[in-house]
């Protein structure tokens, strides 16, 4: 469980970076994309965020208590 918590962390880091990306990219370029997803794009960076501090931790919580 441990390895696989490890392995998720920079998946999740990844998918925010990703996410941020695209929302920074279109808020930038403009146009009905950026003002259709905008806030959909914030939400799931959001999202990704969350999950990513949640794994991150887990991932203390579990190292912690194996000590």
């Known amino acids: ?28 370029k403009g146009g009905t994309f950026a003002k259709e997803n905008g806030n959909k794009l914030m939400r799931m960076r959001i999202m990704a965020q969350a999950v990513t501090i949640g794994l991150m931790m887990l991932f203390l919580w579990l190292v912690g208590k194996g000590s």
């Open 1 to 28: 469980m441990d390895a696989f918590v490890y392995i998720l962390i920079p998946i999740g880091l990844a998918v925010t970076a990703i996410i941020l990306g695209i929302g920074i990219y279109s808020l930038a």
